[in-house]
Each structure stands twice: as structure tokens, then as C-alpha cells.
């Protein structure tokens, strides 16, 4: 029976992790997934984390099972961050669980909007490769809108039209900020008039928020998320540590929902609980508590956001000097300046792209996105060149 499946392709975004990593080439350049570097081209292991790793070697009473639903400690910890206001929870209509990753969310959050009788996602688009797959696995169709228009903004035109054509029973899929792979994220006042819309065409907003902290910071990068929530009935939230905490591989996320009565939310995460049963049982515990222990403690919060801050920092320094170089041939690197976030498309082909790799030790998605966040001032001018060199 096994010999009747299919060979698939390998995903081309983690398999340019093993074609990188076999390049022998002293100054290769990796731009492919979204893992932050520090300007010395390292992910090193947050400070916050190596401290609550430790308390949490030396403090853990066992490692007996959990539930579905995992650390709630952690699920809890994370909610006035996300949701900001004195009541995150708004008296009971918000409630969560931890999840494998941000990915882990995001399936569940899909399944979730399935079982409760979506049958299409709208979804801006080019969007995370992974979101297609996911909504294609789960038999749901996605309908797809622009995300940029020809500015260089949000289009939103096309997403007032695609919201307008849509309705109960459908659902959209929303970057809460450092939108991947483009960095062209909504304005407050786009958000303002995103939350009526989906108010007003009776659409599940799921919103992915996998890069807070690495926009605008903490509080503005859940500027979407908070306006959305505050303006619609119902909500999915999927939430990833992995880039905030740099704890990609660890899987820390979590999955939020809003019922528009506390019953409703009640039945929303007993479903979560029964698909998380189904898929993984319950989430790889040791990355969720060691956030838990950080975000319990004021002095390990404050270290994890200084640590954020400069991570930003870097990101954004990095997109201004881009932004600033006027000698990158044909490719207009100016956008990237009003960018957010990780990430940046680039209007580079396959053959452009496919140089880059061979004659430069550049590595990029062949989608002809960049992760910003590994490049360095130290590596800039070389990939400003190679750029220069490729679209000439
Ligand atoms: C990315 O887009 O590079 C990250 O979200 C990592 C991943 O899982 O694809």
C-alpha cells in the first residue's frame, strides 16, 4: 500500500538550510529562514532564557504529563502582552492553549474554523507558504487577494473587495504585524477600517501573529490584533514565541480565541483541546515554561525585552542602510525602509536568484524573499553588489 504514495518535494525554504550549511564558501551569505542574526551573523540562546532554563533544571518538580492544553501558566502569562487593557481576558470571552509553534496555531486555528463549517479562507497573497499547505491539507479552499499594491502599501482595495465578496461562514487570514515575506504591514488606520470591514461581512478573522516585537515593538505590533478583537464578535489568534524568544526550535505557541459569550469560548477550546488530542496530544513542554518562569519575573521580563529591543534595533538599522543604497542595479531597495519586520520580496526572477546562490553564496526563497535580519553592515555592500551585479 505504502509503495502507491507519491514522492513529494522537499520544502524549498528548509532545504535551503541544508544546501547553506554544505556551501563551503568563507563569506556565504544566508537570507533564507526567518532566524534573527546578531551582527556577527550568530542566533545566540536569549539571556532570559539560558536563566530560565536554569531556574527551571533546578526547580522542576516533574515532567508528568500535562494536558492538551499544556503550560496554561504560560497560555496566561503571554496574554497582557497580546492583548494589552487590564482584563486581557475580557472577563472570560478570551481564553487559550499552548500549541507546537506557531505552526502547531495556525493548523489548529484552521481546524477549528473547518470543523465550525468553513469551507473558504480568504488570504492575502504572497502569504507564508506554509498557510496554503496548511489550508490545502485541511481540504479548505483559499481564496486569494493581493496583499501589495503597486506602491509599494497594503492594497487594500483588493481586500475591501474580497471582504465584500465573502461572508458568514468564510474566513480570513490576517498577518497581526511583520507581514511574511513582504514587511508591508497595515496601518492603524488600515486596521481601523480591517476590523469594521470584517465586522461588517460576518467573516472569522484568524489572525496570525508571529513576529510581535519585531516591528514597531511590543505594544504597536498588537495594534491589529487588540482593534480586530475589540470590534468583532469572534476571533482566532495563533501566536509564535519562536522568533520573540529565539526559541525556533523548541516550538513555543499558542492558540487564542474569542467566543461572543463565555459558553461559546468554553466550546471553542474544548474543540482545540479534541484536535490537539487528535494531532499531537499536547505541546513539548520545556520552551513554553521556560517563557512562563521569564514572564513571571520582572528582572527576566525586562532582560528579554532589552534583548528584543536591540533585535529590532539591529533589523531596522539594517533596512535603512539598505533603504539608503542607491547602487543595488536595477532593484529599488527604497521600500524596505517603510518595511517591516524579518522580511522583504525582492523583484528578482529565478535565474537572478539561482546566480546569487551559485556566484555569490547568496541564499535566498526562490519566491525571491530576503530575511533582512541576516544581514549585517559587515555583508551588506557585498550583497548590495552581488544585487548590482545580477540586474544589471
Ligand atoms: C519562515 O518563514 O522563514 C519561518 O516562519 C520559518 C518557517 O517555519 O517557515
Given at each position: ?10 520544502d524549498t525554504?528548509l532545504?535551503?538550510i541544508?544546501?547553506?550549511?554544505a ?6 551569505i544566508?537570507?533564507g529562514?526567518g ?8 542566533t545566540?540562546?536569549f539571556?532570559a532564557?539560558?536563566a530560565?532554563?536554569?531556574?527551571l ?10 494536558g ?16 494589552g487593557?487590564?482584563?486581557p ?11 507546537p509553534?506557531?505552526t502547531g496555531?495556525?493548523?489548529?486555528a484552521?481546524a477549528?474554523a473547518?470543523?465550525?463549517?468553513a469551507t ?8 507564508w ?7 490545502g491539507?485541511l481540504?479548505?479552499?483559499v ?10 502599501s497594503a492594497?487594500m ?17 490576517l498577518?497581526g504585524c511583520?507581514?511574511?515575506p513582504?514587511?508591508?504591514d497595515?496601518t492603524?488606520e ?6 469594521a470591514?470584517?465586522k461588517s461581512?460576518?467573516?472569522l478573522?484568524?489572525?496570525d ?16 490584533v487588540r482593534?480586530?478583537l475589540?470590534?468583532v ?8 514565541c519562536?522568533k ?13 480565541a ?17 484536535l490537539?488530542?487528535?494531532n ?5 513542554d520545556?520552551g ?10 520582572e ?7 532589552e534583548e ?18 542607491s547602487?543595488?542595479g536595477?532593484v529599488?531597495?527604497?521600500p524596505?525602509?517603510?518595511?517591516r ?9 529565478k535565474?537572478q536568484?539561482?546566480?546569487?546562490r ?7 526563497a526562490?519566491s525571491?524573499?530576503?530575511?533582512v535580519?541576516?544581514?549585517t553592515?559587515?555583508n551588506i555592500d ?7 551585479a545580477?540586474?544589471?
Open positions: 500500500m505504502l509503495d502507491t504514495l507519491n514522492q513529494q518535494p522537499p525554504l532545504a535551503l541544508k544546501l547553506f550549511n556551501d563551503p564558501s568563507p563569506d556565504k544566508d537570507l529562514v532566524v534573527y542574526r546578531t551582527a556577527d551573523g550568530a545566540p540562546v539571556a532564557i539560558k530560565a532554563e536554569r531556574r533544571a533546578d526547580t522542576q518538580p516533574t515532567k508528568a504529563y500535562l492538551p492544553e499544556g503550560d496554561m501558566g504560560f497560555v496566561y502569562a503571554l496574554m497582557p502582552h497580546i492583548f487593557g487590564d482584563d481576558a475580557r472577563g472570560g470571552l478570551i481564553d487559550g492553549m499552548q500549541t509553534g506557531g496555531a495556525v493548523r489548529l484552521v477549528l473547518k470543523k465550525a463549517g473558504r479562507v480568504l488570504m492575502g497573497t504572497p502569504s507558504p506554509n498557510h496554503a499547505q496548511i489550508m491539507d481540504s479548505l479552499e481564496l486569494p487577494f493581493a496583499h501589495a499594491a503597486a506602491d509599494g492594497d482595495a483588493t481586500l475591501r473587495a474580497a471582504l465584500e465578496s465573502a461572508g458568514a461562514g468564510d474566513a480570513v487570514l498577518h511583520c507581514h511574511n513582504t514587511g508591508i497595515y492603524p488600515q486596521w481601523d477600517e480591517i476590523a470591514l470584517v461581512s460576518g467573516v478573522p484568524i489572525l501573529l508571529a513576529y510581535q516585537g519585531l516591528g514597531l515593538g511590543m505594544e504597536d505590533d498588537a495594534y491589529g482593534k480586530v475589540a470590534t464578535p469572534e476571533a482566532l489568534v495563533a501566536y509564535s519562536d520573540n524568544f529565539g526559541l525556533y526550535r523548541d516550538r513555543v505557541g499558542a492558540l487564542y474569542m467566543g461572543k459569550d463565555t459558553d461559546v469560548t468554553a466550546r471553542i477550546m474544548s474543540n482545540g483541546w479534541a490537539a488530542r487528535a499531537w496530544s499536547m505541546p513539548p520545556h513554553a515554561a521556560a517563557v512562563r518562569l521569564i514572564l513571571d519575573d528582572a527576566l521580563t525586562a532582560s528579554w525585552l528584543l529591543d536591540s533585535m529590532r534595533a539591529r533589523i531596522n538599522q539594517v533596512r535603512e542602510k539598505l533603504a539608503a543604497s547602487n543595488a536595477a529599488d531597495l527604497t524596505l525602509g517603510r518595511q519586520g524579518m522580511f522583504a520580496m525582492l523583484p528578482l526572477d535565474d536568484i539561482l546566480t546569487l551559485n556566484e555569490h553564496a547568496i541564499y535566498m526562490g525571491g524573499r530576503i530575511n535580519a541576516c544581514l553592515m559587515g557585498k550583497f548590495v553588489g552581488a544585487l548590482a545580477v540586474s544589471a
